[in-house]
């Protein structure tokens, strides 16, 4: 294991739900730091924990005493500073010779598609402000050297503590309806199998796009309903959207960069991992 620590990963968003995760599946195994926007005491006295407002600081200044050989964005936020950041990271990936990206982007680059599942070859194309914004960030880093990029293309992710968990548990307290898209036929995937699978593209110095959703495919609104029965509600409101008459698929299969079976899930076993 001691070879591992080799690498020295710089996490953009440490704070975050999914640059927690991160960090706690990465750390033991490698040099580890991470950026943090809100001042927690907890951040404050780590030593590997940056305060990062990219919305006001130069990200040069932690790349310069990191120097990290992986950089892992998993920020969020406003689109316009986030773009400036990255581009800032891009420029420093092309000089530095042994320095690559790690994105985290997100099915939705492909929701102007509806008739199939999406693959990492496909040509991305986006109606909605987020997904436009995946792409402009994926096309940026697509123009480094093949080896120095990784883009992880995500669909929902769920967790216990994850925001979509926490959203619906919220829901059921306070009674409001959930919305539930009937035509909608996605893949899922836990934060716990992400990291996992991150891990292992590091371990095994991989590069390209990756496609991070189960398996299998299931419709939004029975992959919610089997999720808020796991939660133990009985009687929850639902409220059905309908934002077309057929069937439109959301879902990231791969079909060029599968991963080992033991780090593939289906949607039924996130599930089972909740609760």
Same mark, same amino acid.
């Given at each position: 294991?001691?070879?591992?620590?080799?690498h020295?990963?710089?996490?953009?968003?440490?704070? *975050?739900?999914? *640059?927690s995760?991160?960090?706690?599946?990465?750390?033991?195994?490698?040099?580890?730091? *991470?950026?943090?926007?809100t001042?927690?005491?907890?951040?404050?006295?780590?030593?590997?924990f940056f305060h990062?407002?990219f919305?006001?600081?130069d990200?040069?200044?932690?790349?310069?005493?990191v120097?990290?050989?992986?950089?892992?964005?998993?920020?969020?936020?406003?689109?316009?500073?986030?773009?400036?950041?990255?581009?800032?990271?891009?420029?420093?990936?092309?000089?530095?010779?042994?320095?690559k990206?790690?994105?985290?982007?997100?099915?939705?680059?492909?929701?102007?598609?509806s008739?199939f599942?999406?693959?990492?070859?496909?040509?991305?194309?986006?109606?909605?402000?987020?997904?436009h914004?995946?792409?402009?960030?994926?096309?940026?880093?697509l123009?480094?050297? /093949?080896k120095?990029?990784?883009?992880?293309r995500?669909p929902?992710v769920?967790g216990?503590a994850?925001?979509?968990?926490?959203?619906?548990k919220?829901?059921?307290?306070?009674?409001?309806p959930?919305?539930?898209f009937?035509?909608?036929?996605?893949?899922?995937?836990?934060?716990?199998?992400?990291?996992q699978q991150l891990?292992?593209?590091?371990?095994?110095?991989?590069?390209g796009?990756?496609?991070?959703?189960?398996?299998?495919?299931?419709h939004h609104?029975?992959?919610?309903k089997?999720l808020?029965?796991k939660?133990?509600?009985?009687?929850?409101?639902?409220?059905?959207?309908?934002?077309?008459?057929?069937?439109?698929?959301?879902?990231?299969? /791969?079909?060029?960069?599968?991963? /080992?079976?033991?780090l593939?899930m289906?949607?039924?076993?996130?599930?089972?991992t909740?609760?």
């Amino acid at each position: 294991m001691a070879t591992l620590k080799k690498h020295r990963i710089l996490i953009l968003g440490v704070s *975050g739900y999914l *640059g927690s995760a991160i960090y706690k599946e990465l750390h033991s195994y490698y040099q580890t730091f *991470g950026t943090y926007k809100t001042p927690l005491s907890s951040f404050e006295n780590n030593k590997h924990f940056f305060h990062y407002d990219f919305e006001e600081d130069d990200v040069f200044e932690i790349l310069n005493v990191v120097k990290p050989t992986i950089i892992i964005s998993a920020l969020r936020g406003d689109f316009t500073a986030q773009l400036t950041a990255h581009k800032h990271i891009f420029e420093y990936i092309s000089i530095q010779k042994n320095c690559k990206i790690i994105f985290l982007s997100s099915a939705n680059v492909f929701d102007a598609y509806s008739k199939f599942p999406s693959y990492e070859n496909d040509t991305t194309l986006s109606n909605s402000v987020y997904g436009h914004f995946k792409i402009r960030l994926e096309q940026l880093f697509l123009k480094l050297s /093949p080896k120095k990029v990784i883009i992880l293309r995500l669909p929902m992710v769920f967790g216990v503590a994850s925001p979509r968990v926490n959203e619906l548990k919220l829901h059921l307290e306070f009674d409001t309806p959930i919305e539930l898209f009937p035509n909608l036929i996605m893949n899922v995937i836990s934060d716990k199998k992400v990291t996992q699978q991150l891990h292992y593209i590091i371990n095994r110095n991989k590069h390209g796009v990756f496609h991070l959703g189960s398996k299998d495919l299931v419709h939004h609104d029975d992959f919610i309903k089997d999720l808020v029965s796991k939660i133990g509600t009985e009687t929850p409101r639902y409220k059905l959207v309908y934002t077309t008459n057929d069937d439109r698929y959301l879902a990231v299969l /791969p079909k060029e960069n599968k991963l /080992p079976n033991h780090l593939q899930m289906y949607s039924l076993e996130i599930l089972e991992t909740l609760f």
